[in-house]
């Protein structure tokens, strides 16, 4: 019998889960074949996971996505991302801007999915945190989802232990995770992985779809390790359902993750990629492109649909969501809401800090006590100066808190207060988080914590940034105000050579849209850079400090460090103002400009130093302040930043000269190859000098 047309009075309820399930499973075949291109197969094998995930298990409102204790789906295979688009409509999930507010109309409509892929349309081709409202994290470099799940999980504990007290259960949800062969081979989720294994995090449940097909072929092809002994070497807790569509199944390995104490869930489920096309159906062919017309109909057969239905959503299915996650999570946020008001006339403190998190406020005083460093022609390293800085901003704002990838005593990212602890299994408040070497599994976990709203920072050498970088990348997409502290900014560790020193990082780096970058000059830049940093409310920011002493400049002689929130002001100028050449620099470079500087003075060139710590902000400037700091008609002009010499000519222009980086570096004491690669004042000198004479 065709349970789509039949009288939804007479359904049975496995046939009423059924209908649903055909639901998700033609929505997605209809909007690939509609779009001419996408992922059919997956949402095909998966819609009974989701189904059974969204309309029996997750704690999800639809009425409001945003309720701080719901439970959080990612989807990581984020190709199926119509399994999203599908629940997120039949569920009647809401639609919220950017200032929270539930705006009364779907996030994903029916007509939405129609233009699946489209310019504008809420269905878009992979899952987009921002975009779409229920979507948790964007999706779609595969293994990232997996590994930002972790991040959510080590938030969800430190949130538990911060904001939980007897009989208040503030926060207890959990995180699922739907992944494929393609994560579970991607690195990042085997750093991911281990890590969470080792922080035994039972809030979190991967489903790994286990259907042996990747875009070539079969998994024989190139995956043929034993990934469920993988996961128990990682210390998971590892299920199996061995049939996709069993959904009696998938629903008690869900329970028995929640059951489950000490340890993460990994369910493998083994799934049919394109279940239900006769021709299609275990083929990488159901992969990746439509099914076509013929296809289409024979698998809507299968199915017992009718044949020529498109988009439908028949009587009855949106109902059954209504009465299942739709009242079971009205419930849950009801229950919540009570819970939580009178947790407010207990404990209004704590109340007042979940709802500044939920807006990426910032409590009163969070700048209190920023340190103040004294003139110093020694002065003190980038990373020393933002260690101090780091210390206090944890101690003013309590959901501050990150770590390193096992390099804190070198990049001094190490919280080394009183009570600032370690977060383990064992102290779930502790805000030092020990990532371990895995850059990559850390920037995607800061993205995690991020989107659970606390404020987290990662750090290492900047050289491997590299390492970091899709992670950096994401939390660019998704407007997150997360942070990366990167030091050994350029060649300060010398004699480490080429590997460990950052050529084309900062380049690279300032290529990404919306991400800031920050290369503070000296100590009290680094305080600023931090000022700035942490009123961001949607844009990560990255902080390149140096491992060497920066001379501390006199800012009664010069002007005032708070400039850097311009991203470049005049830091020294000539008397009079106006300028005949301009040095402009960054980081340690900017001692080095002002030397020069200082000694065009005294021969009577009319100089300008301008400290640029930040290309971003200053392009964010009005065009009268940019004309104030670089004016037009000034043409000698020189760049001194020891980095790659790309992208310095938009600001030092076609004739103008750069003190930079146009090979790798080279093993020796840092002094050595300052004199090497011409970072010394003779040099800049000469440059201001030849710029002059050219321009004159
Ligand atoms: C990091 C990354 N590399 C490559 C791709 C391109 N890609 C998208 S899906 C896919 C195959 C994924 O196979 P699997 O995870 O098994 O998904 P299934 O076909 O089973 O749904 C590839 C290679 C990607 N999205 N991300
Ligand atoms: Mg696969």
């Given at each position: 019998?065709s349970?789509a047309?039949?009288?939804v009075?007479?359904?049975?309820?496995t046939?009423?889960?059924?209908?649903?399930?055909n639901?998700?499973?033609?929505?997605?075949?209809?909007?690939?074949?509609?779009?001419?291109s996408?992922?059919?197969?997956?949402?095909?094998?998966?819609?009974?996971?989701?189904?059974?995930?969204w309309?029996?298990?997750?704690?999800?409102?639809?009425?409001?996505?945003?309720?701080?204790n719901?439970?959080?789906?990612?989807?990581?295979?984020g190709?199926?991302?119509?399994?999203?688009?599908?629940?997120?409509?039949?569920?009647?999930?809401?639609?919220?801007?950017?200032?929270?507010?539930?705006?009364?109309?779907?996030s994903?409509?029916?007509d939405?999915i129609r233009?699946?892929?489209?310019?504008?349309?809420?269905?878009?081709g992979?899952?987009e945190?921002h975009?779409?409202?229920?979507?948790?994290?964007?999706?779609?470099?595969?293994?990232?989802?997996?590994a930002?799940?972790?991040?959510?999980?080590?938030?969800?504990?430190?949130?538990a232990?911060?904001?939980?007290?007897?009989?208040?259960?503030?926060?207890d949800?959990n995180?699922?995770?739907?992944?494929?062969?393609?994560?579970?081979?991607e690195?990042?989720?085997?750093?991911?992985?281990?890590?969470?294994?080792?922080?035994?995090?039972?809030?979190l449940?991967?489903?790994?779809?286990?259907?042996?097909?990747?875009?070539?072929?079969s998994?024989?092809?190139?995956?043929?390790?034993?990934?469920?002994?993988?996961?128990?070497?990682?210390?998971?807790?590892?299920?199996?359902?061995?049939?996709?569509?069993?959904?009696e199944?998938?629903?008690?390995?869900?329970d028995?993750?929640?059951?489950?104490?000490?340890?993460?869930?990994?369910?493998?489920?083994?799934s049919h990629?394109?279940?239900?096309?006769p021709?299609?159906?275990?083929?990488?062919?159901?992969?990746?492109?439509?099914l076509?017309?013929?296809?289409?109909r024979l698998?809507?057969?299968?199915y017992?649909?009718?044949?020529?239905?498109?988009?439908?959503?028949?009587?009855?299915?949106?109902?059954?969501?209504t009465?299942?996650?739709?009242?079971r999570?009205?419930?849950?946020?009801?229950?919540?809401t009570?819970?939580f008001?009178?947790?407010?006339?207990?404990?209004?403190?704590?109340?007042?800090?979940?709802?500044?998190?939920?807006?990426?406020?910032?409590?009163?005083?969070?700048?209190?006590n920023l340190?103040?460093f004294?003139?110093?022609?020694?002065?003190?390293?980038?990373?020393?100066?933002s260690g101090k800085?780091?210390n206090?901003l944890a101690?003013?704002?309590?959901?501050?808190?990150g770590?390193?990838?096992?390099?804190?005593?070198?990049?001094?990212?190490?919280?080394?207060?009183?009570?600032?602890?370690?977060?383990q299994?064992?102290?779930?408040?502790?805000?030092?988080?020990?990532?371990?070497?895995?850059e990559?599994a850390?920037?995607?976990?800061?993205?995690?914590?991020?989107?659970?709203?606390?404020?987290?920072?990662?750090a290492?050498?900047?050289?491997?940034?590299?390492?970091?970088r899709?992670?950096?990348?994401?939390s660019?997409?998704?407007?997150?105000p997360?942070?990366?502290?990167?030091?050994?900014?350029?060649?300060?560790?010398?004699?480490?050579?080429?590997?460990?020193?950052?050529?084309?990082h900062?380049?690279?780096?300032?290529?990404?849209?919306g991400?800031?970058?920050?290369?503070?000059?000296?100590a009290n830049?680094?305080?600023?850079?931090?000022?700035?940093?942490?009123?961001?409310?949607?844009?990560?920011?990255l902080?390149?400090?140096?491992?060497?002493?920066?001379?501390?400049l006199?800012?009664?002689?010069?002007?005032?460090?708070?400039?850097?929130?311009?991203?470049?002001?005049?830091?020294?100028?000539?008397?009079?103002?106006?300028?005949?050449?301009?040095?402009i620099?960054?980081g340690?470079?900017?001692?080095l400009?002002?030397?020069?500087?200082?000694?065009?003075l005294?021969?009577g060139?009319?100089?300008?130093?301008v400290?640029?710590?930040?290309?971003?902000i200053?392009?964010?400037q009005?065009?009268?302040?940019?004309?104030?700091?670089?004016?037009?008609?000034?043409k000698?002009?020189?760049?001194?930043?020891?980095?790659?010499?790309?992208?310095?000519?938009r600001?030092?222009?076609?004739?103008?000269?750069?003190?930079?980086?146009?090979?790798?570096g080279?093993?020796?004491?840092?002094?050595?190859?300052?004199?090497k690669?011409?970072?010394?004042?003779?040099?800049?000198?000469?440059?201001?000098?030849?710029?002059?004479?050219?321009?004159?």
């Amino acid at each position: 019998m065709s349970t789509a047309v039949a009288d939804v009075q007479t359904l049975s309820a496995t046939q009423l889960d059924e209908l649903c399930i055909n639901t998700v499973r033609t929505l997605s075949i209809d909007a690939v074949q509609q779009a001419k291109s996408g992922h059919p197969g997956t949402p095909m094998a998966l819609a009974p996971l989701v189904y059974t995930i969204w309309n029996r298990v997750l704690r999800f409102d639809p009425q409001n996505p945003i309720w701080p204790n719901r439970d959080r789906f990612v989807l990581s295979n984020g190709h199926a991302s119509m399994l999203l688009w599908s629940a997120l409509h039949l569920t009647g999930t809401q639609a919220v801007n950017s200032s929270y507010e539930t705006l009364g109309q779907p996030s994903v409509s029916l007509d939405d999915i129609r233009r699946f892929r489209q310019l504008d349309s809420k269905a878009p081709g992979h899952p987009e945190y921002h975009w779409v409202s229920g979507v948790e994290t964007t999706t779609g470099p595969l293994g990232q989802g997996v590994a930002t799940s972790v991040g959510m999980a080590i938030a969800e504990k430190w949130l538990a232990h911060h904001f939980n007290r007897p009989g208040f259960e503030i926060f207890d949800y959990n995180i699922y995770a739907v992944c494929g062969d393609g994560c579970l081979m991607e690195g990042v989720s085997s750093e991911a992985a281990s890590l969470a294994g080792h922080l035994g995090l039972d809030n979190l449940c991967w489903i790994y779809d286990n259907n042996h097909i990747t875009i070539e072929g079969s998994t024989r092809l190139a995956f043929t390790e034993d990934v469920e002994t993988r996961f128990l070497a990682y210390g998971w807790n590892v299920l199996r359902v061995g049939n996709a569509n069993d959904i009696e199944r998938i629903e008690h390995a869900l329970d028995t993750f929640k059951q489950t104490k000490g340890r993460p869930t990994f369910i493998v489920l083994d799934s049919h990629i394109g279940y239900g096309s006769p021709h299609r159906q275990d083929t990488s062919a159901a992969h990746g492109e439509p099914l076509g017309e013929d296809e289409v109909r024979l698998t809507k057969r299968s199915y017992g649909w009718p044949e020529d239905a498109k988009f439908l959503v028949p009587e009855g299915v949106y109902e059954h969501f209504t009465e299942g996650i739709g009242a079971r999570g009205a419930e849950a946020r009801h229950k919540w809401t009570q819970l939580f008001e009178a947790y407010r006339a207990q404990y209004p403190d704590l109340a007042l800090e979940v709802e500044l998190m939920q807006r990426r406020e910032l409590p009163a005083g969070w700048d209190r006590n920023l340190p103040v460093f004294p003139a110093d022609p020694k002065g003190i390293a980038g990373r020393d100066a933002s260690g101090k800085t780091l210390n206090v901003l944890a101690q003013n704002i309590p959901w501050f808190l990150g770590g390193s990838a096992d390099l804190g005593p070198s990049n001094k990212t190490t919280l080394t207060y009183s009570g600032a602890g370690d977060f383990q299994a064992d102290d779930r408040g502790g805000k030092n988080l020990h990532f371990g070497i895995r850059e990559f599994a850390m920037a995607a976990i800061v993205n995690g914590m991020s989107l659970s709203k606390l404020r987290p920072f990662g750090a290492t050498f900047f050289i491997f940034s590299d390492y970091a970088r899709p992670g950096i990348r994401l939390s660019a997409i998704m407007e997150l105000p997360t942070l990366f502290v990167f030091t050994h900014d350029a060649m300060g560790d010398g004699e480490d050579g080429p590997t460990h020193q950052p050529i084309e990082h900062l380049a690279s780096l300032r290529a990404i849209p919306g991400l800031i970058t920050l290369r503070p000059g000296d100590a009290n830049e680094v305080v600023e850079a931090y000022r700035y940093i942490v009123q961001l409310h949607n844009q990560p920011a990255l902080l390149a400090l140096s491992r060497q002493p920066l001379p501390t400049l006199d800012r009664t002689r010069y002007a005032p460090a708070s400039g850097v929130a311009k991203g470049a002001y005049v830091l020294a100028d000539c008397p009079g103002g106006n300028p005949e050449v301009i040095i402009i620099a960054s980081g340690s470079e900017v001692s080095l400009a002002v030397e020069a500087h200082e000694k065009l003075l005294s021969e009577g060139i009319r100089s300008r130093v301008v400290s640029m710590p930040s290309w971003e902000i200053f392009e964010h400037q009005s065009r009268a302040y940019r004309d104030s700091v670089l004016p037009p008609n000034v043409k000698a002009r020189v760049a001194v930043e020891q980095a790659s010499t790309f992208g310095w000519e938009r600001y030092v222009g076609a004739s103008g000269q750069v003190v930079g980086m146009n090979t790798f570096g080279a093993s020796a004491p840092l002094k050595e190859l300052q004199r090497k690669f011409g970072f010394e004042p003779d040099h800049v000198i000469a440059a201001a000098k030849e710029q002059l004479a050219n321009s004159r």
